[in-house]
């Protein structure tokens, strides 16, 4: 199975460059309507303005940016580095890496349409 991770964007073009910088590639598809990244060989990221999922789905309504709608929880080697690269790519701050009761050393941040990012890595783990 592959799943793909879709996030309704304000900004294709602002959100591409974003996560290009964070994920330190180029995107695998970058066209009007859907830009797609490989997070590895069974998912999918992939980023939808919101103009294009209303017009695919027939509503009118807008999203608000300050309204976290998804979270993107990714298990890391070290979470400092990514959420640092996630601060210079330019996510706003939420919490630095510290240790949660779930077990896992986690450091959150939002990304430009408010989308939470999480960058997790196992007890102990470096």
Known sequence: MRAHLILYVCEQMVSCEFYSRLLN??????????????????????LMPNSSIQRLLGINSVVEREIARAELYLHVECPETWYERALQAGARPLSPAQLRDWGDRV??????????????CCQGAT
């Open 25 to 46: 590639q180029d995107p695998r598809l970058d066209v009007p309507g859907m830009t797609e990244f490989v997070i590895n060989e069974n998912c999918i990221l992939g």
């Open 107 to 120: 450091a959150y941040c939002s990304d430009p349409d408010g989308h939470i990012l999480g960058f997790a």
